[in-house]
């Protein structure tokens, strides 16, 4: 197989969360250990930093990746999901996996794969871990996929853990509680690991100073410690509290054995982009009209979404929107501006959501929008119907953004 059969069969042998939501989601890491032994235990071979939350962890990730590449070190970087090619999800200093180790490691492990009915997100850590052991990394950014405790990439023994915080996302696995997903992100801590925590909120702290005393685990709160703001290339008012996580968790790094300077920390943060290819972040894609793409897609991602906008200048709105169908859409819907216009599109992903079935949803709540066939059809006519001082904003789901950056 080349490279596009390899990773076409990945995503349709095997489950995907990305695809299929639910059904994908396993309840325990037996499967992932039985690969890490099939594979001579690769997460044993780097050191790591480990980042779970709700929102900002992707930011986060990239953040600390640059930071640490700008000191000097070899860094794995491991997250998910993709926007355009699968191998974005496992970089080395920025550099995209090679598609030779795709179709190779694929090759070599298929009987494993087939025996054991891996899905997608398990078979993906085992590549990450592998390559990141083969091309001696000196140390890895690994992202949680999804919770923490039952997560994929939930054996290793990191560095230091970093939590960004707490916000309500995939509750049919984590819960309906704040409580109750905290204690799912918090599985990450281990024994006598440091945790940072990105942000202080009343409803969590509780949680994980209890499950860090627990394992006699450091814990340290990013906002309260980290007075000093700084400034990253990642656009977005959001991005403060991301910057203060990813520096308490470098300082963390330094005073063990990774040195990092405050020269390395200044310019790592402003060259975010650059170093590690982030992209969808209040990221601009055109200017007159201004068009802006973001991957927040639940309620405290918009509800900071929304406070960005009005700190734009502009003279109408227009918003290219489009939802998976997991999403609690009346929870969003009542953080978005109503004076925009919309134009209501469905993600080509099997888990997007019906674009009649959200238009109908915003509609009988006094919104006002028109339905069109994809995405880019739909970012195509806001164009066509903005004058050049309006602002176009295209999100929803990181699926929405993934067809037009």
Not at 78 to 89: C, G
Not at 141 to 168: H, K, Q, W, Y
């Amino acid at each position: 197989m080349n490279y596009i059969d390899t990773v076409n069969w990945m995503f349709k042998q095997l489950p995907m969360y990305q695809n299929q939501g639910k059904v994908a989601f396993k309840k325990d890491l037996s499967n992932t250990i039985l690969l890490a032994q099939h594979l001579n235990n690769p997460q044993l071979k780097f050191k790591s930093v480990h980042v779970a939350g709700t929102n900002g962890k992707g930011s986060t990730s990239h953040m600390l990746a640059s930071v640490l590449q700008e000191a000097g070190y070899k860094v794995g970087l491991y997250t998910s999901p993709h926007l355009k090619d699968f191998r974005e999800r496992i970089k080395i200093n920025g550099k995209l996996v090679s598609k030779q180790f795709v179709m190779g490691f694929i090759k070599r492990n298929k009987p494993f794969f087939n025996t054991h009915k891996l899905s997608f997100f398990e078979m993906t850590v085992g590549m990450a871990f592998d390559y990141f052991a083969k091309q001696n990394v000196d140390i890895a950014v690994i992202e949680v996929g999804l919770g923490g405790r039952l997560d994929s990439t939930n054996i290793i023994t990191p560095e230091v853990a970093v939590i960004t915080n707490i916000g309500f996302d995939h509750v049919q696995f984590l819960g309906n509680t704040y409580e109750a997903i905290a204690k799912e992100k918090a599985g990450i801590i281990k024994p006598k690991i440091p945790v940072v925590i990105g942000e202080t909120q009343k409803e969590t702290t509780d949680t994980f100073t209890t499950v860090a005393q627990v394992n006699l685990s450091e814990i340290y709160f990013a906002d309260q410690l980290v007075k000093t703001s700084y400034k990253t290339d990642l656009k977005g008012s959001y991005q403060k509290h991301n910057t203060k996580t990813a520096v308490q968790a470098l300082k963390i790094l330094s005073a063990k054995t990774y040195p990092v300077s405050e020269a390395h920390i200044i310019e790592g943060l402003q060259n975010v982009v650059k170093n590690t290819d982030l992209k969808g972040r209040w990221q601009l894609l055109q200017e007159h009209p201004k068009v802006v793409c973001d991957t927040a897609h639940n309620k405290e991602g918009l509800t900071y979404i929304v406070e960005q906008l009005k700190n734009e200048s502009f003279q109408k709105l227009h918003m290219v929107f489009g939802v998976v169908n997991d999403k609690d859409v009346d929870a969003i819907m009542t953080l978005l501006p109503k004076e925009a216009t919309y134009y209501f599109c469905k993600p080509n992903v099997p888990r997007g959501l019906d674009a009649t079935v959200l238009q109908t949803h915003f509609i009988s709540n006094g919104f006002q929008g028109e339905v069109y066939s994809s995405v880019n059809n739909a970012l195509a006519n806001a164009k066509a119907n903005a004058s050049i001082d309006d602002l176009i904003y295209v999100g929803g789901s990181t699926f929405v953004v993934a067809e037009i950056v």
